[in-house]
């Protein structure tokens, strides 16, 4: 598979192959928002709750095919024992989250719990990874975003992806390297999700890794297996551009067939929950970035607060904690957010109050954007002060350099700066998937996505009749 653009800057405090077990904590916190939904709590002050307990659910309503189905609800299951405590919005009255107190962890294998592929029909396998929580870890071709539940549509393929380039982010070949038995048993599940003749295809990195060679060994004579090899260029990960990539490769696929794509840790997560009996309670999360010693792999449980898991030698007043890697990264309150049930990374960046002596030779002036959008390839040292004095358009050329799905990012904004938005869709405004790379290495530090994404919410908007 061969990817277009992309960029991989090269920057300190990446997380080693160093995995380490996090005690667990004495209460957690668990937020009642997963990919942008909000759940409704379905327990009770005081109750006392289960690990794999139901405690939250959602209606699954991303797209029209999805309002089609009826009962489509998303459910979140309770990681530990506990007691419940809930945090409730005093503005609009209503549960944000859920905290456990007087934590246990009562189940280490139950074997009621644990399913035999052969003997699970595919109706039972998706209500079994619904009730588990593992179903939102799903991405649809059709949908973009969750799969429908009901099964209306089976995907054609399902994309097995290890390679996360995203600086910081979780790595595969740790989960690999870790959880080796798991995600071949989490494997054995899948082909009972696939269309009639649907395949697994495996995205990995290079055919000479150890870990890939002992792949191939354990899963020689599986015809329903494909593997596909890609080079590790952000944003290789994004499930629009594996899509796509699978597309060009298999000339079987038609342009309607679902494709769907699923990362290595939800496949481990699988085989935990329907090869053991265990409910999903953990993540491997990167912690990571300038602002972190000793960079590594944790193995921590939902929920735990982000304080409980940050170093001492952490100066929390001149960091800034990111939720997620190096582009897309959203800020965090480590005194009041926990790990969630899809965090896989922790991005600690400097905070610099004043400008550096010399500062004419800096890159500029600390600007709104929490991103150091200014090749990545210079700012090795980076800062919440890398951010590089706005300027015009000088039509370097790099952001069409980077870009992924081949868009002319300098002749877009050059048409929606003098409100030309007809021409900008004409340039394939609609086909940006947000991964923020255009604006990570524009010279002129010109908020390339925001400015992209505002158009095409006023575009929606239009459509939808609000404005």
Partial sequence: MKTQGGYTPKISGRPSNILKKIPLSSSLNIILNRNGRQYNSLVKEGQKVRIGEIIAETELSDSKEQATEKHQIL?????????????????????????????????????????????????????????RGIWDYFWSSKTK???????????????????IAEPFRTR???????????????MSYLPLLLADYGTVEFILTHKKDPI??????????????????????????????????????????????????????????????????????RRIVAMGGPAYPDPMHINVRIGTLLKDII?????????????????????????????????????FLPVKKTREFI????????KRSIFPTFMGKIDKDMSTQLRGELR???????CQEVCPVGLLPQIIHRYLYSDRIDEAQK??????????????VCTSKIELREEFARAREMLHAEREGVV
Wanted: overall charge negative; glycine content about 8%.
């Fill in 75 to 131: 459910v979140l299951p309770s990681p530990a024992d506990g007691t419940v405590h809930l945090t409730v919005d005093e503005e609009t009255d209503r549960t944000v989250s859920i905290k456990l107190l007087d934590i246990g962890f009562s189940v280490d294998k139950n074997p009621a719990a644990v399913k035999d592929p052969s003997r699970l029909t595919p109706v039972e396998a998706r209500k079994i990874l619904v009730k």
């Fill in 145 to 163: 975003g969750t799969p429908g539940i009901n099964g209306e549509t089976k995907p054609k393929a399902i994309i097995i992806n290890t390679v």
């Fill in 172 to 186: 595969g070949n740790v989960i690999l390297q870790q959880f080796w038995h798991s995600i071949i048993k989490g």
């Fill in 212 to 281: 890939v060679k002992l792949m191939f060994k354990e899963l020689t004579g599986k015809a329903w297996v494909k593997f596909h090899f890609v080079d590790v260029k952000y944003p290789v990960e994004n499930p629009l551009i594996i899509d796509g990539l699978l597309r060009d490769t298999k000339v079987n696929l038609n342009p309607e067939d679902d494709i769907w794509v699923v990362d290595i840790q939800a496949v481990e997560a699988i085989g935990i929950s329907l090869g053991k009996g265990v409910p999903i309670s």
């Fill in 311 to 347: 170093p001492s030698a952490v100066d929390l007043s001149s960091t800034l904690v990111l939720r997620g890697g190096l582009f897309l990264g959203t800020p965090v309150d480590p005194e009041t957010d926990s790990v969630g049930f899809d965090d896989d990374a922790f991005f």
């Fill in 359 to 366: 500062s004419f030779v800096r890159p500029g002036i600390k």
């Fill in 392 to 398: 015009p358009c000088i039509a370097c050329g790099k």
């Fill in 427 to 440: 340039m394939g405004l609609n086909s940006c998937i947000d991964c923020n790379l255009c604006t990570f």
